[in-house]
T-cell receptor, first 112, second 115 residues
Framework: LAKTTQPISMDSYEGQEVNITCSHN???????ITWYQQFPSQGPRFIIQ???TKVTNEVASLFIPADRKSSTLSLPRVSLSDTAVYYC?????????????FGAGTTVTVRA | DGGITQSPKYLFRKEGQNVTLSCEQN?????MYWYRQDPGQGLRLIYY???????QKGDIAEGYSVSREKKESFPLTVTSAQKNPTAFYLC??????????????FGPGTRLTVT
C-alpha cells in the first residue's frame, strides 16, 4: 500500500489559490489518488479523484505528473469556509483491494 | 435519503465494559469501514469489509471486533482489551460510482468516552 506524505499545515488568505502537494513515491500501477476534506467533528467528504494528468471539478483541480509519484490538490479562490483538514489517499480499486488508510492530513487555515 | 447512520452520537462507558457502535448504510455499497480519530490526528483504519461475511483487520485492529452479517450493517465492538478506547469513531462505505470513481461516504461519527 502506497504511503503518502503531506505538509502538516498551510496558511492562506481569502481569495488566494491553495496548492497542497502529496508525495506517494511507491504508488502502484493500479492505484488511484483521492482527496478528502474534513471539518471538526464530521466525517471526511470526497473532493476529487484522479489517475493521471489533470482532473477538474466544480470545487478543485488535481494535478498528477507523468511519474505519478506526487499529486497536487488546487483550491481556487479559497474562503474562510475552506478551513479544514485535507487528506490524500492512494488506493487500488481496479484489483479491488479496498484497504484505504488515511495519513495525518494537511490542516489548511484561511484567514480574512 | 441515502446515507450512513451511526448511533449513538455520544456514548459514555465505564472502563472494563464492552461497547458496540452501530453503523447502517442504505447506499447498497459493498465495502464498509471503521476508522478511529484521536484529537488533532488523522483517521486510522480499524477494520474493513469488502463483502458480507468477510472482513479484514486494518492498521489498529487490536481490542476491536466486527461482524458483517448483512450488507447494510457493520457494527464495531470496542472490547475491554482496547487500552485507550476514548476517541471519535467513523464508519464509511464505498462502491464504484460514475465513471468508475470510488468515493467513500462517511457517517456522522460516534464520540466514545470511557472513564
Amino acid at each position: 500500500l502506497a504511503k503518502t506524505t503531506q505538509p502538516i499545515s498551510m496558511d492562506s488568505y481569502e481569495g488566494q489559490e491553495v496548492n497542497i502537494t502529496c508525495s506517494h513515491n511507491n504508488i502502484a500501477t493500479n492505484d488511484y489518488i483521492t482527496w478528502y476534506q474534513q471539518f471538526p467533528s464530521q466525517g471526511p467528504r470526497f473532493i476529487i479523484q484522479g489517475y493521471k494528468t489533470k482532473v477538474t471539478n466544480e470545487v478543485a483541480s488535481l494535478f498528477i505528473p507523468a511519474d505519478r509519484k506526487s499529486s497536487t490538490l488546487s483550491l481556487p479562490r479559497v474562503s474562510l469556509s475552506d478551513t479544514a483538514v485535507y487528506y490524500c489517499l492512494v488506493g487500488d480499486f481496479v484489483q479491488k483491494d479496498y484497504k484505504l488508510s488515511f495519513g495525518a492530513g494537511t490542516t489548511v487555515t484561511v484567514r480574512a | 435519503d441515502g446515507g450512513i447512520t451511526q448511533s449513538p452520537k455520544y456514548l459514555f462507558r465505564k472502563e472494563g465494559q464492552n461497547v458496540t457502535l452501530s453503523c447502517e448504510q442504505n447506499l447498497n455499497h459493498d465495502a464498509m469501514y471503521w476508522y478511529r480519530q484521536d484529537p488533532g490526528q488523522g483517521l486510522r483504519l480499524i477494520y474493513y469489509s469488502q463483502i458480507v461475511n468477510d472482513f479484514q483487520k486494518g492498521d489498529i485492529a487490536e481490542g476491536y471486533s466486527v461482524s458483517r452479517e448483512k450488507k447494510e450493517s457493520f457494527p464495531l465492538t470496542v472490547t475491554s482489551a482496547q487500552k485507550n478506547p476514548t476517541a471519535f469513531y467513523l464508519c464509511a462505505s464505498t462502491s464504484p460510482g460514475l465513471a468508475g470513481v470510488y468515493e467513500q461516504y462517511f457517517g456522522p461519527g460516534t464520540r466514545l468516552t470511557v472513564t
